[in-house]
Antibody
Framework: EVQLVESGGGLVQPGGSLRLSCAVSGFTFSGYWMHWVRQAPGKGLVWVSRINSDGSSTNYADSVKGRFTISRDNAKNTLYLQMNSLRVEDTAVYYC????????????WGQGTTVTVSS | DIQMTQSPSSLSASVGDRVTITCRAS??????LNWFQQKPGKAPKLLIY???SLQSGVPSRFSGSGSGADFTLTISSLQPEDFATYYCQQSYSTPYTFGQGTKLEIK
């Protein structure tokens, strides 16, 4: 069974940092692109970042570029999102997702972890 | 960045109705268009990829069409479990932008 389990969310003050993790099982993690998508309370989905299978290529939304870093540890089957200089507008549920069918669709998702940025 | 515009933003319909949601891209995205369904408090679920390919396990009442910049998601006969929010997303170029969503409600 494919499982993606996010962790690391919580309450942080503006300007602070958090690292999200996404532990994966049930498929060959090292073979696929992985993504982070977020959703602010009551709002729509926003794509945040992606990383290729070996971690050598990354892309970011303009809103997080220079503040967030996506990475992966294929030996640990884990995806990460390091979030620095957090802003109130980064408050959201953060989902990890993968394209394991290689069809450019995000076909596997975690349950999400909540990040709240507030003083 | 490619902007994705969905219409309508909300829709009321009855069980058994045929429903169509449209999605327009600000630039041509070929067929790199996905549709997702999201229910409250849950992660999104992929319904359609590459504009018209049905994801495994998704009922055949869902279908997608279009290419270039204009796309549609059609539900042929609404079932009670279909009342949810639907999003399109382009995977042609990063950032992989989503539409703003269409909330499908029971009439």
């Amino acid at each position: 069974e494919v499982q993606l389990v996010e962790s690391g969310g919580g309450l942080v003050q503006p300007g602070g940092s958090l690292r999200l993790s996404c532990a994966v099982s049930g498929f060959t993690f090292s073979g696929y692109w992985m993504h982070w998508v977020r959703q602010a309370p009551g709002k729509g989905l926003v794509w945040v970042s992606r990383i290729n299978s070996d971690g050598s290529s990354t892309n970011y939304a303009d809103s997080v570029k220079g503040r967030f870093t996506i990475s992966r540890d294929n030996a640990k089957n884990t995806l990460y999102l390091q979030m620095n200089s957090l802003r109130v507008e980064d408050t959201a549920v953060y989902y990890c997702a993968g394209d394991i069918s290689n069809n450019y669709g995000l076909d596997v998702w975690g349950q999400g972890t909540t990040v709240t940025v507030s003083s | 960045d490619i902007q994705m515009t969905q219409s309508p933003s909300s829709l009321s319909a009855s069980v058994g109705d045929r429903v169509t949601i449209t999605c327009r891209a600000s630039h041509s995205i070929s067929s790199y268009l996905n549709w997702f369904q999201q229910k409250p408090g849950k992660a999104p679920k992929l319904l359609i990829y590459s504009a018209s390919s049905l994801q495994s396990g998704v009922p055949s009442r869902f279908s997608g069409s279009g290419s270039g910049a204009d796309f549609t998601l059609t539900i042929s006969s609404l079932q009670p479990e279909d009342f949810a929010t639907y999003y399109c997303q382009q995977s042609y170029s990063t950032p992989y932008t989503f539409g703003q969503g269409t909330k499908l409600e029971i009439k």
